[in-house]
């Protein structure tokens, strides 16, 4: 008796020792790695594990290898090798029970990938689980192959997943659906093969079938011109009712998010809508009227619905619609200009930028609310606002536009100014009909921001006054003026001495005189270093 009491002693103090045998059981061996104060402790106590489970696999330990397996996925998420236990997978998808094969197929998409030769020699074993009786069985090959499949799997396969496609149970023909994107992903050659099963899934109720269909045409338009024509042809009805349906009625009222009914069914389908209807002029009048009750009906005062609405904004703009739909979408980017939500207002500059060269004159009438966007607390908004208001400029709006961006300069945070002075210059640049409104414009910006303007935007200002002999005085005066308030900025300072060097006397005897102008009384052309070195030549240090 004295020699079972020591032999169970001993046991249990070397359990003690080394709790971490191929027998521990996951939660045991998580709770041990999360106690560990130290990386090297943690290594050493999954160095210890994975020697236990070696030892296992090398004795051919069936009754624990699931739960080994369970393990060794944890391991492999903490970042260690676990190569070593890729053909307990295949084990264990070969066994013959459920719990067995769901280990076995987990691991095999954690511990596997596409390029790992050892994944061909699961071919078979999926094969037979495709046609297997027990429906979850099917189920879990699906998943797998959908994951990791290569494309001699995919064309090894792909028989059956078609046959699975037409199935009766709904969870099977909505998984092999999805797996069905896998397929067309990795081999295109095979979309033909999925295009008359894709569309007649599109008439099914079940909520899965339905969006996993269309998913699997949004896959078939993007690798197959042949596909897409055909989907085209016998799609495009029943994707129009589909929307209608979730539109109009509570569709799937499980699905319902904030009020909202079923909004990533919505998304897919206009997402499928838009790549049907780009330059098809068919397509796109027949889908005009659905996409016009979306729009309008959909409510923007909550999340989902905004993101129903951006989506149907985005295929507005991207099919053949009618210039009424689109001033309706460009509208409901204005409302988006003026929620709270920073991220709404970025998208919606995002689009407005993409629309200005579809129709220009419906994304000006929201001129006033970009401008107020450039005024924004966020960097990202106000940096995005200035881009498009540079593409609103034109001949007709130019002057208040830069009036209104000028104006900004004097209070805009110093970080912004040096793209907002850009802008403002090129403007000037680009769209000056006459010299005098491009003359004040530059003075202006180099008298509130001449520190951010760069060296090529002053040195072509000095070109066009030096070509310019009618603004000479006018612009020698002006500068000379605008020295005395704003001297700190450097390339107003530089612009301005070089004026007055050139053309001193006519700053001196009030040469070139505008009508505007009124003649300057009190020159001090000495009162700083700068002056009386630079310019002395021009004045000889004259007082008037």
């Keep these: 008796m004295d020699t079972v009491e020591k032999i169970v002693e001993d046991f249990a103090s070397d359990m003690a020792l080394n709790p971490f045998s191929s027998g521990t059981r996951l939660r045991d061996m998580i709770r ?52 070593f236990g890729q053909m307990e997978c295949l084990k264990l998808i070969a066994a013959a029970g459920y719990p067995e094969k769901r280990i076995g197929y987990l691991g095999l998409m954690l511990l596997l990938d596409e390029r790992q030769e050892v994944l061909m020699l699961v071919t078979n074993s999926l094969k037979q689980d495709l046609n297997h009786s027990n429906q979850f069985i099917v189920g879990l090959a699906l998943c797998a192959l959908g994951n990791i499949c ?52 599109l008439k099914e109720k079940h909520h899965g079938v339905l969006i996993s ?40 009222p499980e699905y319902d998010v904030a009020g909202i009914s079923d909004p990533f069914l919505h998304i897919r389908v206009l997402k499928l809508m838009r790549m049907l209807g780009q330059g098809d002029a068919d397509c796109s009048d027949y889908m005009n009227d659905i996409l016009a009750q979306v729009a309008t009906k959909t409510e923007s005062n909550k999340n989902a619905g905004n993101a129903i609405l951006y989506e149907c904004v985005e295929t507005i703009m991207g099919i053949e619609a009618t210039s009424g739909l689109r001033v309706l979408a460009i509208n409901i980017l ?55 208001v540079y593409l609103l400029v034109n001949d007709t709006n130019v002057k208040p536009l830069t009036k209104e961006l000028v104006d900004y300069l004097q209070v805009a945070d110093p970080d912004f100014k040096e793209d907002l002075t850009a802008k403002i210059c090129s403007i000037a640049e680009k769209f000056s009909q006459e010299k005098l409104w491009y003359l004040d414009q530059m003075f202006k910006v180099l008298s509130l921001a001449g520190n951010h303007v760069k060296d090529d935007v002053w040195h072509a200002l000095i070109v066009v006054i030096s070509n310019a002999s009618e603004l000479q005085g006018y612009s020698v005066r002006s500068l000379y003026t605008a020295l005395q ?7 107003l300072l530089r612009v301005a001495v070089w004026c007055i060097g050139e053309y001193g006397e006519m700053l001196v005897n009030n040469v070139g005189m505008l ?24 004045c000889r240090g004259t007082r008037l």
């Design 485 to 491: 308030a704003y001297s700190e900025q450097g390339s």
């Design 334 to 388: 204005g409302r988006f200009l003026s929620n709270r939500d920073n991220n709404i207002r970025y998208v919606a500059l995002n689009i407005l930028m993409r629309a200005i060269t579809v129709d220009a004159q419906a994304v000006q009438r929201h001129r006033v609310t970009i401008l107020e966007c450039v005024k924004d607390a966020d960097a990202s908004i106000r940096k995005r606002a200035l881009d498009l």
């Design 32 to 83: 041990a790695i999360r106690a560990c104060k130290t990386a090297a402790e943690e290594r050493a106590v999954v160095r210890r594990e994975c020697a236990a489970i070696r030892a296992a696999i090398s004795g051919d330990g069936q009754d624990l290898r699931h739960r080994n397996m369970a393990k060794l996925m944890f391991i492999h998420m903490l970042g260690y090798p676990t190569h």
């Design 150 to 201: 290569s494309a001699e799997m995919a064309r090894d396969l792909a028989p059956e997943v078609e046959r699975l496609m037409r199935s009766r149970d709904a969870n099977t023909k909505k998984k092999a659906a999805l797996c069905s994107v896998r397929i067309v992903r990795k081999v295109p050659d095979l979309a033909e093969n999925f295009m008359g099963l894709a569309a007649s899934l």
């Design 515 to 538: 009508e505007a102008e009124g003649p300057i009384t009190h020159i001090n052309l000495c009162s700083s270093p700068h002056g009386f070195h630079l310019c002395r030549n021009a």
């Design 213 to 252: 269909a269309v998913q699997l045409c949004t896959e078939l338009c993007k690798a197959s011109k042949d596909a897409l024509e055909y989907l085209r042809k016998n799609c495009i009805e029943g994707l129009v009712r589909i929307l209608r349906d979730v539109s109009n009625s509570s569709y799937a």
